[in-house]
């Protein structure tokens, strides 16, 4: 391998591990327990909240729309109470 394509390359490994976070956890080290003092019920919410910014960050929030711009049948209720029989 040429000096010039090494050096390339070493450039890009360079690169890559200035671009990489988090830290460097060797094989078979214990995990460190979060939620180790919260209730289950704490434990749902923080499990809610984790998948909730996981979809959002994948999926764009749906547009907000007035319940007058929803799709489907339009009616007058105060017209179909005078219609109707009492």
């Known amino acids: 391998m040429s000096e010039a394509a090494d050096a390339a390359r070493r450039a890009r490994a360079d690169a890559r591990r200035a671009n990489m976070w988090g830290e460097k956890v060797l094989a078979g080290t214990p995990k460190p327990e979060l939620y180790a003092g919260l209730s289950p019920t704490e434990r749902f919410h923080a499990m809610a909240r984790l998948c909730a910014r996981q979809w ?26 005078a219609g109707s029989r009492r």
């Open 56 to 81: 959002l960050a994948h999926h764009p929030p749906p547009a907000r729309l007035q319940r007058s711009e929803w799709p489907g049948e339009k009616f007058d209720i105060e017209a179909e109470r």
